[in-house]
T-cell receptor
C-alpha cells in the first residue's frame, strides 16, 4: 500500500460527459502528480501541484483541469469526454517539489489508478 | 527525441533465468535520477530501484540491480533467477534536475512474461 488513495477505481461514462477523479496523497507529501496511461502505453505526465500551486504542466488537454486543495487532496476534472480519453489515470505524490534532497530519491508513490472507460 | 527508450516491448524468459531489461535515456543535465517501476496486471505502479547520476556504485535493491553506464546513457534493470510473479510491465523513468517540478518521464515499458 503506497498510501496514495484514488477514487473512483472504475468509472464508465458516455462521450460528452464530465467526470472528476480524486486523489489523497500520502500523509506529509506536498506534491501531487497526475499521469495518464492509455492502453498498453507508458505513462504520460499531465500536471503537478505543490502545496496548492500548479508547479509543472505536461501534455494536458484544455478539456482537462486539476486543482489541489488546502488539505492537499487533488482533483482532476475531465470534460467533454471523447472515446480516446479512456485510460488509466494515476495520481502520485512525493514529499519534494523539485529535485531531491540528501538521502531522498524523490521517488513518486502511485495510487492504484482510476480506470476511465468512455463509451 | 525520446527521453527514455525501452527497446524491448515484450520478452519471454524461462523461470529461474536471469533477466536484463534495457533502458537508454537522453538528457543534457549533469544531475538526474533514474527509476524503475513494475506494473503487474492489477495495474498499480511499484517502485523498484533508483540510481542517481552521481552515484558511483550501481544501485541494488533486494533481487534487483541497476547496470548504470553513464557514458552510454543506459540504465538496465537486472535481476537473477526470475520468478513467475515477475511477469509484469516494467517502466524505466528519469527525473531531470532542471524540471520545473519533480515529475518523472517514463519510457514505453517492457512486458516481461516468465514461463514455468
Amino acid at each position: 500500500d503506497s498510501g496514495v488513495t484514488q477514487t473512483p477505481k472504475h468509472l464508465i461514462t458516455a462521450t460528452g460527459q464530465r467526470v472528476t477523479l480524486r486523489c489523497s496523497p500520502r500523509s506529509g507529501d506536498l506534491s501531487v502528480y497526475w499521469y495518464q496511461q492509455s492502453l498498453d502505453q507508458g505513462l504520460q505526465f499531465l500536471i503537478q501541484y505543490y502545496n496548492g500551486e500548479e508547479r509543472a504542466k505536461g501534455n494536458i488537454l484544455e478539456r482537462f483541469s486539476a486543482q489541489q486543495f488546502p488539505d492537499l487532496h487533488s482533483e482532476l476534472n475531465l470534460s467533454s469526454l471523447e472515446l480516446g480519453d479512456s485510460a488509466l489515470y494515476f495520481c502520485a505524490s512525493s514529499v519534494v517539489s523539485r529535485g531531491a534532497g540528501e538521502g531522498n530519491t524523490g521517488e513518486l508513490f502511485f495510487g492504484e489508478g482510476s480506470r476511465l472507460t468512455v463509451l | 527525441a525520446q527521453k527514455i527508450t525501452q527497446t524491448q516491448p515484450g520478452m519471454f524468459v524461462q523461470e529461474k533465468e536471469a533477466v536484463t531489461l534495457d533502458c537508454t535515456y537522453d538528457t543534457s543535465d549533469q544531475s538526474y535520477g533514474l527509476f524503475w517501476y513494475k506494473q503487474p496486471s492489477s495495474g498499480e505502479m511499484i517502485f523498484l530501484i533508483y540510481q542517481g547520476s552521481y552515484d558511483e556504485q550501481n544501485a541494488t535493491e533486494g533481487r534487483y540491480s541497476l547496470n548504470f553506464q553513464k557514458a552510454r546513457k543506459s540504465a538496465n534493470l537486472v535481476f537473477s533467477a526470475s520468478q513467475l510473479g515477475d511477469s509484469a510491465m516494467y517502466f524505466c523513468a528519469m527525473r531531470e534536475l532542471d524540471n520545473a517540478g519533480n515529475m518523472l518521464t517514463f519510457g514505453g515499458g517492457t512486458r516481461l512474461m516468465v514461463k514455468p
